[in-house]
Structures are given as C-alpha cells and as structure tokens.
T-cell receptor
Framework: KAGVTQTPRYLIKTRGQQVTLSCSPI?????VSWYQQTPGQGLQFLFE???????NKGNFPGRFSGRQFSNSRSEMNVSTLELGDSALYLC??????????????FGPGTRLTVL | AQSVTQLGSHVSVSEGALVLLRCNYS??????LFWYVQYPNQGLQLLLK??????LVKGINDFEAEFKKSETSFHLTKPSAHMSDAAEYFC?????????FGTGTSLTVIP
C-alpha cells in the first residue's frame, strides 16, 4: 500500500495570506489527523476527521480549519497567516477499526515558511 | 487529558552502547502507548506500540520497550546503538482515538 502523502512538501507565504495543505491517507483509512510541529512547542494536535466529520479538535484559533472529502482525502487551511505559523505540518491516518488501538501513520509533512 | 513526559530532551550515547530513552505517562486507565522516530525533514515512523498484549514490546531495528504500570513508564531501549539511530524519538499515548505526544528526545550517537 502507498503511504500517506502530503502536498506540497514546501511552501513559502507572506503574512496575511492564506494557505491550503493537502493530505491523502493510506487506502482504506478513514481517520485523518493534523499536527503542527515547531521546535519550541513540539507536536501539537490540530484536529481529526473521520468519515468527513471533525471528531476531535485541538486548541488552535479559528484561522486553522480543515475538511475531509468522501474519499478520505483531507485539506487544512490557514487564513491570515502569521509569522508564528511557520512550522512542519504533519498529517497522519489510521483505520480506526478499534478506537484507541489503531496506529497513526504519518506523511512526510509540509514545511510552511511565513515571511 | 492525557500527558506524556519524556525525560531528557537530548541524549548522547557511544556507538555500540545501550540506548535508554525515558517516557512516563499519566493515565488512570490502561493506555495504548507508542514510540515513533523522526529523521530530519521526514514524518514520524512507528517503532513499536503497546496494546496490553505483553508488557515487553519488540519493535523494528532491535528497539524494545517495557510497560510498567506501577511506574507509569514506557521506556525505550536498544542494546547497541548504531550511527543510523541518530534521530528524534517521540513517545505517545492514545486516549479514545486522540494522540498525545511527548516533547521528544534527540538521540546523538558518538562514533
């Protein structure tokens, strides 16, 4: 099976712009989670989607949003970019056949730089 | 909410020496625990996971971890460090489908 893919791998934006990141989960996986990784804060959970519904949400402002499509592909959007949004954004998918025991499989991430 | 504590943000070992990376969790119920490794500019790769089947869990690349409920610990070990083990290691706990990650431990292997 192909792994989790994320596009684009690298992105440079300026403050105030918006950005959309894409994630394609492993085939058959219905759960997609997004994380922000920064040197100072580590891995922080953004949100999780399961069957097109947001099931869990982390503590991020409303500028961060996401959605999931019927084929389980997911996008996250960040509006009105700030310098502090520069980070590696990781997507992870899992099959969620049994809540809590399923492994999350990570994509390579999208490196976002805000200038 | 769950929390995961990784003691030591940086660990250095000599090549061939024992690797010990520490992880403690807070949980009132038996958790599901994971260790992931991250190489530079890559995503996280699963090393091993504990799901209550056995307290000693073996993973890839000779890594293993032991679940100790009395100590709420899930430390990662490897008998002999290799240069290729240099990376960032994350401990994580899963609670009702949501993952909580530790802050990571950067492992340096000295030749």
């Amino acid at each position: 099976k192909a792994g989790v893919t994320q596009t684009p791998r690298y992105l440079i934006k300026t403050r105030g712009q918006q950005v959309t990141l894409s994630c394609s989960p492993i085939s058959g996986h219905r759960s997609v989670s997004w994380y922000q990784q920064t040197p100072g804060q580590g891995l922080q959970f953004l949100f999780e989607y399961f069957s097109e519904t947001q099931r869990n949400k982390g503590n991020f402002p409303g500028r961060f949003s996401g959605r999931q499509f019927s084929n389980s592909r997911s996008e996250m959007n960040v509006s009105t970019l700030e310098l502090g949004d520069s980070a590696l954004y990781l997507c992870a998918s899992s099959s969620q056949t049994s809540v809590g025991t399923d492994t999350q499989y990570f994509g390579p991430g999208t490196r976002l730089t805000v200038l | 909410a769950q929390s995961v504590t990784q003691l030591g943000s940086h660990v250095s070992v000599s090549e061939g020496a024992l690797v010990l990376l520490r992880c403690n969790y807070s949980s009132s119920v038996p958790p599901y625990l994971f260790w992931y490794v991250q190489y530079p500019n890559q995503g996280l790769q699963l090393l091993l996971k504990y799901t209550s089947a056995a307290t000693l869990v073996k993973g890839i690349n000779d890594f293993e971890a032991e679940f100790k409920k009395s100590e709420t610990s899930f430390h990662l070990t490897k008998p002999s460090a290799h240069m290729s083990d240099a990376a960032e290691y994350f401990c994580a706990v899963s609670d009702r489908g949501q993952f909580y990650f530790g802050t990571g431990t950067s492992l340096t292997v000295i030749p």
